[in-house]
């Protein structure tokens, strides 16, 4: 089991998710999302917190906080620690630029270690890593010990350069930086303040693009990054909000990374999600802190852009066949599914009936645990529950099941309706918000052709194995029941699946 945070002593802020009803004594949020009832006294301890107070070191408030820290309805504020027990590692292949560009943003700050991936020019690897007082791991071309490289690939691959540094390290902390990526002390010092807690094992920053020259391409990777998981905080893993980190930028307790065998050089692609979900499966804690920010450099070309994409489509299969459902294309209630199932069938009033249902059940739910404000509570727990699972649906569409929704649109003139609304309606609503050097047509069209190169990997790699991965364009249906686990003191909890996952609890 792992162990609870360590908050005590630590500030708080809450989750985006995050709704308070009766005065502060109900919680509902999180991810996945659930429902909390507090006593007077826990309210008013989450009220100081929430006004910036640190967590006190009791007994019964640490455990507070811990218990809402891992339903990530609260997050922790870190305070940036020394980087004196840290080693930046660094993979790379053909960039000096880049590595050079990288040692001279960290400024001598951290030992760094250099892993050549058989650079077609390892002594201009060579020469920038000893500008910046770097140490280098030269790892010629198809050379080493670790897997054959990966099809496409001269050298091994990031993976085994990770793994050729991490073994180089003798510091605690490990840090992961691509040549391609720019990081500085002070982004690894926040990350390095997650490490205080020992239940956390790795922490990544947010990865934003770097916009070297203006253009569409630029704008497109500086809103639709893959890389970019967003404004806000959350732990890290399968069943949560934040699914996986990139290893672009990655700050690893060394041991940790040692104990579940680094990173599987046999993955050309995916090998940072799948580091990710052993770490978690072990039972460590990974988190996702916005507060750090690291720069990476976007695909200089259209073509390479597309072959990017195409290339993480292709991982999914892989990803499925070892870590099942996790990898699925998409999660949904099954009070959900039929909801959206009669909307794109034509029968909207019957998906609003089921709706209507599922709210029904929830409050019925809440109203035997005696949860005060039960009816307007449940009716926002159902709409924002059917909300993300209907974004989820029409994504896995357009990526996943591509095949499937275009022969249905060819013979169904409501099929076509509903595969042409799940394309440009969530490309419409993220135009919206976004800046807007392009038309909504071009901005649809963007996200169109992003979505066909994922799916179109995809689909080649479960053609080209014997073993298909076909969890990769899976619906897991059983989500909210596995991952509906009991909070609070645990007695008699409700599990209330059809909202993803809530439960009722009592602290």
Same mark, same amino acid.
């Given at each position: 089991?792992?162990? &609870?945070? =360590? ?29 909390f009832r507090l006593t007077a006294a826990g309210a008013d301890r989450v009220d100081g917190w929430l006004r910036g107070e640190r967590v006190g070191r009791g007994r019964a408030e640490s455990a507070l906080a811990a218990r809402l820290v891992d ?89 085994? =350069? ?69 404004? &806000? ?14 290893? =672009? ?152 099941w591509w095949p499937a929704a275009a022969a249905a649109a060819g013979l169904c003139p409501g099929a076509r309706r509903a595969v042409v609304a799940a394309a440009v309606a969530p490309a419409l609503a993220h135009w919206a918000r976004s800046p ?60 209330? =699946? ?10």
């Amino acid at each position: 089991m792992a162990p &609870e945070p =360590a908050v005590a002593g630590r500030r708080l802020r809450p989750d985006a998710s995050l709704r308070r009803r009766d005065r502060g004594r109900v919680l509902a949020g999180g991810s996945p999302t659930r429902i909390f009832r507090l006593t007077a006294a826990g309210a008013d301890r989450v009220d100081g917190w929430l006004r910036g107070e640190r967590v006190g070191r009791g007994r019964a408030e640490s455990a507070l906080a811990a218990r809402l820290v891992d339903a990530a309805m609260l997050h922790p504020v870190v305070e940036p620690a020394p980087l004196d027990d840290v080693t930046v590692v660094v993979p790379v292949r053909d960039d000096p630029a880049g590595l050079e560009r990288l040692l001279a943003g960290l400024e001598r700050a951290v030992p760094v270690i250099v892993s050549d991936d058989g650079s077609a020019d390892p002594a201009a690897t060579a020469a920038a890593a000893d500008r910046h007082g770097a140490a280098v791991v030269i790892r010629p071309a198809g050379g080493g010990s670790d897997a054959d490289p990966p099809a496409g690939r001269r050298g091994r691959g990031p993976a085994a =350069a990770r793994n050729a540094g991490l073994a180089e390290v003798t510091t605690g902390a490990v840090a992961f930086v691509d040549a391609d990526a720019t990081v500085t002390p002070a982004a690894l010092a926040v990350l390095a303040g997650h490490l205080a807690d020992p239940a956390v094992a790795a922490a990544a920053p947010r990865v934003r693009s770097r916009i070297d020259e203006p253009g569409l391409l630029a704008f497109y990777e500086s809103v639709h990054s893959p890389l970019d998981l967003g404004a &806000e905080p959350s732990p890290v893993g399968p069943d949560r909000r934040v699914r996986y980190v990139p290893a =672009a930028a990655l700050m690893v307790r060394t041991a940790a990374a040692r104990a579940v065998g680094g990173f599987d050089a046999a993955l050309g692609w995916g090998e940072d999600v799948d580091f990710i979900w052993r770490l978690t499966a072990a039972g460590h804690t990974v988190r996702y802190d916005p507060a750090a920010v690291a720069w990476h450099r976007p695909r200089p070309s259209w073509s390479a852009w597309f072959e990017q994409r195409r290339r993480y489509g292709a991982s999914a299969p892989e990803l499925a066949r070892r870590h099942g459902r996790a990898a699925a294309a998409a999660r949904c209630p099954p009070w959900s599914l039929g909801v959206w199932g009669a909307a794109a069938c034509g029968h909207p009033l019957v998906g609003a009936a089921l709706a209507a249902c599922s709210a029904a059940a929830l409050a019925r739910r809440l109203r035997s645990r005696s949860v005060p404000g039960w009816p307007r509570l449940a009716v926002e727990l159902a709409f924002r529950s059917h909300l993300r699972a209907g974004t989820g649906l029409a994504r896995a569409l357009t990526r996943a099941w591509w095949p499937a929704a275009a022969a249905a649109a060819g013979l169904c003139p409501g099929a076509r309706r509903a595969v042409v609304a799940a394309a440009v309606a969530p490309a419409l609503a993220h135009w919206a918000r976004s800046p807007k050097p392009a038309g909504p047509a071009v901005a649809v069209g963007l996200r169109m052709a992003d979505d066909l190169a994922y799916g179109l990997g995809l689909w080649e790699a479960m053609l080209a194995r014997p073993r298909p991965g076909a969890g990769a364009i899976g619906l897991d249906l059983a989500w909210a029941d596995r991952t509906g686990a009991a909070v609070g003191d645990g007695s008699d909890p409700t599990d209330a =699946a059809h909202v993803g996952a809530a439960t009722v609890g009592r602290s």
